[in-house]
């Protein structure tokens, strides 16, 4: 928006108005406190992530997600009635906190909670909640970008402390996890929670299983050291894998400057945010597909066709830029059919994203732990996350100013690569119940060597135990 860039960063509002010229087309955003202002968020919650692993487990996943609440409303207030630069990147860091926060708790909690059946497709909804935000994000920037008194962004910055206010107040309604409550010792208070969630007394074999989970997580007194050891090779190689290859397909430079992108290959300013706007709705929808498939097609599948679909897009999206714009960023007049034909082909690289990196890379991590070191593992899981999406927001423009629409080709081999890791390391666990995920990990054929080994070491140490 036109007053926001004015106010708070008109070095790119000069460039962008030709008040300050510029030779290149692609450099019109290349500002760094611009860019620190998206992506000090992500070190925020890079921060946070670690520490909510040490709350998670001692008191609860719900604590945790109110806290993260509290902590995104402060920050939307003071990005909402902002006056300095500084006042901005601080509330887009309390805005961090709040996502460190809830991206630690809300994976880990709909995984423990859910049944095993459905659990792919609950655990997909925290994505399809992410893109309708977006989505809803983008509406109402498209709708304040039209305010003439120029005060639109403080409506669009501050209103995220309305989802805060949601999360604040939904999670004092949840129930606690059965697994937390008994990883705290309160194995009654467990098992009525556990009754109640699953709407039936008939949860013995169930609590059980998590009670015998919880009593081997207790013998493990140091998480963080614990992933080290070669027992958890393959849970703490795809913590770190996952949410690297997620950042590297470039969906979130598409999410964070979709109205810039726009704006670089020639759309006017409300058109840039229109186009925002409907790449928002292809991500909404398309979560929708993986929701209602997920536990029918499996995660392997999904992570693959979705991998080709980028792939192929990223392509024909690099060449038509590259086309139009060549090296010096100055394409003329772009005719009609070239815009729609480059949102065409964004839409679908988003949908394909949409249905397989997007949820599964969070589903995925949030299940395959097991319960002694899922708060570490997520942590990680988080850690990485975010120390990329800070990277990869906080080089973009620059990237786009330097690599012009090779950008996309970048993008395009990190994609080959992820998705070959995913068809040769990642095991199917598609209907497979929480506290056996093991199994999956001893019956694959290049990660048995590692998680079998311990598990033959636990057999032989059982009876020692005992006498």
């Not at 300050?20 to 992500?42: A, R």
């Not at 983008?138 to 402390?161: C, V």
């Not at 008939?202 to 013998?219: G, N, P, R, T, Y």
């Not at 311990?454 to 032989?460: D, E, F, L, M, V």
């Amino acid at each position: 928006m036109d007053p926001f860039l004015k106010k708070f960063f008109p070095d790119v509002y000069a460039k962008e108005h030709n008040i300050k010229p510029t030779d290149n087309q692609y450099c019109k955003f290349d500002s760094q406190v611009l860019t620190l202002f998206t992506s000090s968020l992500y070190l925020a919650a890079l921060v946070a992530s670690i520490f909510a692993s040490k709350v998670t487990r001692a008191f609860g996943r719900r604590l945790t997600m109110i806290s993260g609440g509290v902590l995104f409303l402060a920050g939307a207030a003071l990005n909402g009635f902002a006056q300095q630069v500084w006042m901005l990147i601080v509330g887009r860091m309390l805005l961090g906190f709040g996502i460190g926060c809830a991206n630690q708790s809300v994976p880990i909690y709909v995984s423990e909670v859910a049944p095993y059946k459905y659990r792919g497709a609950l655990n997909m909804l925290f994505q399809l909640a992410i893109t309708i935000g977006i989505f809803v994000a983008n509406i109402l920037n498209y709708l304040f970008a039209k305010m003439e008194n120029g005060e639109g962004w403080r409506y669009s910055l501050g209103l995220a402390g309305v989802p805060a206010i949601m999360i604040i107040i939904g999670a004092m309604f949840l129930p606690e996890s059965p697994n937390s409550l008994i990883e705290r010792g309160q194995a009654e208070k467990a098992k009525e929670e556990l009754i109640k969630i699953r709407g039936t007394d008939d949860v013995d074999e169930e609590f059980k299983d998590l009670v015998a989970a919880s009593e081997a997580s207790k013998q493990v007194k140091h998480p963080w050291s614990s992933l080290l050891k070669s027992e958890y090779r393959p849970h703490l190689t795809m913590a770190i894998a996952i949410p690297f290859f997620q950042q590297l397909t470039g969906m979130n430079v598409i999410t964070f400057y979709a109205p810039v992108l726009f704006k670089t290959i020639g759309f006017g300013g409300t058109a840039s945010l229109m186009s925002a706007m409907i790449t928002g709705g292809c991500n909404a929808l398309a979560t929708l597909v993986s929701i209602f498939t997920v536990d029918k097609v499996g995660r392997r599948k999904l992570f693959l066709e979705g991998g080709a679909q980028m792939f192929i897009c990223q392509l024909v999206i690099a060449a038509a830029i590259g086309s139009k714009f060549g090296t010096d960023g100055n394409p003329g007049v772009l005719p009609k059919w070239f815009a729609l034909t480059v949102v065409v082909f964004i839409c679908i690289y988003v949908a394909g994203f949409a249905w397989s990196w997007g949820p599964l890379g969070w589903l995925v991590p949030s299940e395959i732990f097991p319960l002694e070191v899922r708060s570490a593992a997520q942590s990680v899981n988080v850690s990485v996350n975010m120390i990329f999406t800070f990277a990869v927001a906080q080089v973009f423009t620059a990237m786009l100013c330097h690599m012009k629409f090779g950008l996309f080709i970048f993008f395009a081999f990190f994609v080959i690569v992820m998705s070959i890791f995913i068809y040769k390391f990642l095991p199917e666990t598609k209907g497979v119940p929480i506290e056996e995920i093991s199994l999956v990990w001893e019956n694959h054929p290049y990660w048995n060597k590692f998680v079998k080994s311990s598990a033959q070491k636990n057999k032989t140490a059982a009876p020692d135990s005992q006498v």
